[in-house]
Each structure stands twice: as C-alpha cells, then as structure tokens.
C-alpha cells in the first residue's frame, strides 16, 4: 500500500517562510513515475488545489493565488516532495495534504500538515 | 479560470438514493472526479473518469456526466455515507486543477 507522509507545518508570522515535505513509500510504487501535487483546505473550508510537478521534476504548475510565493518540487532520490511557503499570509492557514497525480485524477493522499499563519 | 458549482448540502434517508450534481460551462466535455471526505480525515477518490470506481469503492457509488452538469449518484444510502463529496477536474485551458465547493451529505 502506498503511504504519503506529510511534515514541516506549523505556527509561522505573516511574511514569514515555512518548507513541507512528503515522504512517499509503498511497494510497487515507484515515486518517479508519479506526479505529485499539493492540496490545501482551510478551516471549515472545502478543498483548493495548490500546485503539481511532473514526475521528472521538469514541470511545475501553481495556483493563481500561490504563484510567486510557493515552489514545488522533488527528490527523486529520496521519494519525497517539497513545498516551499514564502511570504505567507493569514489566508495560507489550512491543512496541506500532498497527493499523487494520475493524469487527471488524485490516487493516494496523505493526511495532512497543517500551517497556521498568525502574529 | 474554471469553475465548478455544486450544491452545498443534500438530504437523503437511509436506503434512498442521493445525487449530487457538479455544474461548469461544457463540464461534459471534460473528465469528472469525485471525491469523499469525512471530518478530520483525508479525501477518498469514489468515481474517476466520470463514472468509473476504484477498486474497494463499493457499487452503489456511480457517475455520469453530460452537457452543463456532472452527478454523482449514491444508491441505498448508508449512515456511512455521510460525509462532503467533491468534484474535480482537470482545466487544461490554464493547467489548473478545480475543485467544485463540496457539497455535504446529510443522511436523516
């Protein structure tokens, strides 16, 4: 069974930077051949999609409302997936869950860190 | 950009059949997934490629999708049932993944 295991949230100051990660393992799952992608929800709310990555690492693609502040990306060597959160604001306060991504569709997720943005 | 508009709750009694619908401008000619997500839990992927199921979903969970509107049919609802489904689907005018609001199920 595949496992997806998010970390690195917590309690950061608005402007402020915080990185997560999600480590993939499972047998007969070969991280490299999957998209990966960051999905978020915040509180009481429904879900958002934040950004994906090509299974090379060489396409990156983001939301409207992250673009420019968060970067995706991977570790092949290891099976693990980043986000890196800059410049973060009350409104990036949720739960991030990474998923991977079969052309169209979220398989397998994680349960989720969660970020909380507040002075 | 793209957007999915699904009602935000629906009503069924046990042993009913529920259908929550997911509408986008030519949603049919895309490719419709749906989602389950109980409280405090992740999401779990029900119907994919607009009615198939994964395996361990059972079959009482279907999809179906045309024109203006896709929907998500639940037949002989269980108490287990309760829960927010999403839709999702790939825009690839802006490579951007969306997500309906979620709608949630209410068995009475």
């Known amino acids: 069974e595949v496992q997806l295991l998010e970390s690195g949230g917590g309690l950061v100051q608005p402007g402020g930077s915080l990185g997560l990660s999600c480590a993939a393992s499972?047998?007969?799952?070969?991280?490299?051949?999957?998209?990966m992608s960051w999905v978020r929800q915040a509180p009481g709310k429904g879900l958002e999609w934040v950004s994906a990555i090509s299974g090379s690492g060489d396409s990156t693609y983001y939301a409207d409302s992250v673009k420019g502040r968060f970067t995706i990306s991977r570790d092949n060597s290891k099976n693990t997936l980043y986000l890196q959160l800059n410049s973060l604001r009350a409104e990036d306060t949720a739960v991030y869950y990474c998923a991977n991504y079969v052309p169209g569709h979220f398989v397998y997720w994680g349960q989720g860190t969660l970020v909380s943005v507040s002075s | 950009s793209y957007v999915l508009t699904q009602p935000p709750s629906v009503s069924v009694a046990p042993g009913q059949t529920a259908r929550i619908t997911c509408g986008g401008n030519n949603i049919g000619s895309k490719t419709v997934h749906w989602y389950q997500q109980k409280p405090g839990q992740a999401p779990v992927l029900v119907v994919y490629?607009?009615?198939d199921r994964p395996s361990g979903i059972p079959e009482r969970f279907s999809g179906s999708n045309s024109e203006n509107t896709a929907t998500l049919t639940i037949s002989r609802v269980e108490a287990g049932d309760e829960a927010d489904y999403y839709c999702q689907v790939w825009d690839s005018s802006s490579d951007h993944v969306v997500f309906g609001g979620g709608t949630k199920l209410t068995v009475l």
């Open positions: 490629d607009d009615s």
């Open positions: 499972g047998f007969g799952f070969t991280f490299s051949n999957h998209a």
